[in-house]
């Protein structure tokens, strides 16, 4: 029995077909303990959204069940014991943010105040905005705070795609924070870099179904890949995504960050292009590389990345 199952389960996903639109051939079952911060993570933005409609009772499955705290969704949202940001949260219109989270921290019976609400989810510098001029990330960010405004035993968080790096790191603190505090955190994102550094636990899911279920120590343990840090600054990115065995790559001020599955060849490359890393580096594989691996085409089970459907049904 894995720590997880021996814990209470707060999400429980038994055998779960996602609805028709994005269907993975397998059923999927997991289950999410009191405390755990859990990251859903697929290559593709409708099988994300489509599991965090099941999570937030926005859709029903084709098969099997889903239930928060033994219950069924909405039944948890409504009492209060869930809270959820997703990309169907509308915001009332024609109001300032800061009118909104008064309003919000009010129906919650001011379990958390809109100035601590307002803190916690980092929304200060919007709060004179009309929440129809917010962009998609300040949407996102205002959502975030509405769905915290019960102190909710639960929170549910789907990233809308398109956000740049800074609003996703705006909208992931309070996550982050809340899971600090205890609380149990269901992140669901198509990025892998967003929380690879986040999360407690990955539930990877594609159109075979799930396809790992481990921690970042077991995703990262299965990778093949090795990690090369270095300098280049003649380097480009087209340059590099060419390179002989290279997965990954990530280059910024003439940094670059690359995953391989054939540390030589890489360097062979590299050096045929006339470039002659400096201050190189290498290390082991992360977690983005054995999901790449596991994600495409042939990549093969989760064995590598321990699979842990023990904790799944039990």
Same mark, same amino acid.
């Given at each position: 029995? &894995?720590?997880? !199952?021996?814990? &209470? !389960? +707060? ?16 059923? *999927? ?66 109001? &300032? ?28 510098? #919007? ?16 959502? #975030? ?42 992140? +669901? ?53 060419? #390179?002989?065995?290279?997965?990954? *790559? ?58 842990? &459907? ?5």
């Amino acid at each position: 029995m &894995t720590q997880a !199952s021996r814990r &209470t !389960s +707060v999400i429980r996903f038994d055998a779960v077909h996602l609805p028709s639109a994005a269907p993975p051939s397998v059923g *999927i079952s997991f289950t999410v303990p009191a405390g755990e911060l859990a990251a859903v993570v697929s290559p593709e933005p409708s099988l994300a959204s489509a599991v965090a409609d099941l999570a937030t009772g926005l859709a029903a499955p084709a098969a099997g069940t889903v239930r928060l705290f033994g219950d069924a969704p909405l039944a948890a949202l409504r009492d209060g014991r869930a809270g959820a940001a997703s990309r169907h949260c509308g915001l009332l219109q024609q109001v &300032t943010v800061s009118e909104l989270l008064a309003i919000v921290a009010e129906l919650a019976g001011g379990r958390r105040p809109a100035p601590e609400l307002t803190e916690w989810a980092g929304v200060g510098g #919007l709060l004179r905005r009309r929440t129809e001029s917010l962009t998609v990330g300040e949407r996102a960010q205002v959502s #975030l705070a509405v769905a915290l405004a019960g102190a909710p035993e639960l929170l549910i968080l789907e990233e809308p795609t398109g956000l740049d790096e800074a609003e996703r790191e705006r909208l992931l603190v309070p996550a982050r924070a809340e899971a600090a505090a205890g609380r149990t955190v269901l992140l +669901v994102t198509c990025d892998i870099d967003a929380v690879s550094d986040l999360a407690d636990r990955f539930l990877i899911v594609d159109r075979s179904g799930l396809v790992a279920d481990a921690s970042a120590a077991e995703l990262a343990a299965g990778s093949a890949a090795r990690t090369l840090t270095f300098y280049a600054p003649t380097a480009t990115e087209d340059l590099l995504r060419g #390179l002989p065995g290279t997965l990954r *790559i990530r280059l910024a001020q003439g940094r670059a960050r690359l995953s391989t599955t054939d540390v030589a060849a890489t360097l062979a490359g590299l050096r045929d292009a006339g470039i002659e890393p400096r201050r190189l580096q290498v290390g082991d594989g992360r977690v983005a590389d054995r999901y790449q691996q596991l994600v495409e085409p042939g990549g093969g089970d989760a064995s590598g990345a321990a699979k842990t &459907t023990e904790g799944a049904a039990s």
